[in-house]
Nanobody, 127 residues
Framework: QVQLVESGGGLVQAGGSLRLSCGAS????????MGWFRQAAGKEREFVAA????????TYADSVKGRFTISRDNAKNMMYLQMNSLKPEDTAVYYC????????????????????WGQGTQVTVSS
């Protein structure tokens, strides 16, 4: 089992940047595929980005492609989401999640495929 804790959220102006972090407990972090999701007020949770267990493969939602970068450091049990050129529509609670069954370059993009979740961190982008 792995426990996840997000940090790094906050208030930023449109066009600005934030870096979210996700810390994981346990010695098996490197076995898990990892993902970021977000949920805006009154909307359904949506996929943002995912990274393979090795860090060698990534995938992004079209809405963030070219602006966000997902990365991980298995030695530190950490995952990151660098968010640049932020827009007001990026405002949401951001969650990190772990997928026990990720393998190769195939990454889960639906929440149902993830097994563990963090508590979320609020990102607010003002116009």
């Amino acid at each position: 089992q792995v426990q996840l804790v997000e940090s790094g959220g906050g208030l930023v102006q449109a066009g600005g940047s934030l870096r979210l972090s996700c810390g994981a407990s346990g010695r098996t972090f490197s076995w898990y595929g990892m993902g970021w999701f977000r949920q805006a007020a009154g909307k359904e949770r949506e996929f943002v980005a995912a990274i393979s267990w090795s860090g060698g493969s990534t995938t992004y939602a079209d809405s963030v492609k070219g602006r966000f970068t997902i990365s991980r450091d298995n030695a530190k049990n950490m995952m990151y989401l660098q968010m640049n050129s932020l827009k007001p529509e990026d405002t949401a609670v951001y969650y990190c999640a772990a997928d026990r069954y990720q393998s190769g370059a195939v990454m889960a993009v639906t929440g149902e495929e993830y097994d563990y979740w963090g508590q979320g961190t609020q990102v607010t982008v003002s116009s």
